[in-house]
């Protein structure tokens, strides 16, 4: 069985700064990762994934996330944030072959002015 | 359609009452997955479908749950004498890959209220 924790709850960030929120799961098995967005009132969007190759993973907005297998983190980072940013970040494992996804219990971004 | 459409969007149902909520994932997507999101919660899996068939139901968290695709695209799920424990966004989700392993698209959700 795999889990998430996302260890922050909210982020709070002035506008252009840098932003990382932090990711960490378990799994007794190879895995794919995943962070999704989901606006106020909206579904989720997939802002990247991982499933194999290069740890560095590059999305879409300007985010990207490292994937660490010995710390089994997946961090995502944005080196420079908008107030547009604001929204929950979600992220989520699931094993290979497992279908369903495992999300965490999500980080807001509040971005300020 | 260009995205994946849940209805209704909102939805309030007194407490004992039967309910459905209908997902049109993108045409041709071959998995369909619902999902049950609580308030301050990240989503938690119900059920996948890989065309009609149900695969996975392992999430369902009573027999008063119920979920149907019966050919291979629109979905319904049902939830028969709802309790205040059900109140939740209904998320369901569509994907080209077969497993859903590279990730899907998300609908807006279905907010149920029960009161």
């Known amino acids: 069985a795999q889990s998430v924790t996302q260890l922050d709850s909210q982020v709070p960030v002035f506008e252009e700064a840098p932003v990382e929120l932090r990711c960490n799961y378990s799994s007794s098995v190879s895995v794919y990762l995943f962070w999704y967005v989901q606006y106020p009132n909206q579904g989720l969007q997939l802002l990247l994934k991982?499933?194999?190759?290069?740890?560095l993973v590059k999305g879409i907005n300007g985010f990207e996330a490292e994937f660490n297998k010995s710390q089994t983190s997946f961090h995502l980072r944005k080196p420079s944030v908008h107030i547009s940013d604001t929204a929950e970040y979600f992220c989520a494992v699931s094993g290979r072959y497992g279908n369903k996804l495992v999300f965490g219990a999500g980080t807001i971004l509040r971005v300020k002015s | 359609g260009a995205g994946v459409s849940q209805s209704p969007r909102y939805k309030v149902a007194k407490r004992g009452q039967d309910v459905a909520l209908r997902c049109d994932p993108i045409s041709g997507h071959v998995s369909l997955f619902w999902y049950q999101q609580a308030l301050g919660q990240g989503p938690e899996f119900l059920t996948y479908f890989q065309n009609e068939a149900q695969l996975d139901k392992s999430g369902l968290p009573s027999d008063r749950f119920f979920a149907e695709r019966p050919e291979g695209s629109v979905s319904t799920l049902k939830i028969q004498r709802t309790q205040q424990e059900d109140s939740a966004v209904y998320l369901c989700?569509?994907?080209?890959?077969?497993?859903?392993?590279?990730?899907?698209?998300f609908g807006s959700g279905t907010r149920l209220t029960v009161v």
């Open positions: 991982y499933l194999s190759g290069s740890t």
């Open positions: 989700a569509s994907s080209l890959d077969p497993t859903g392993d590279y990730g899907y698209t």
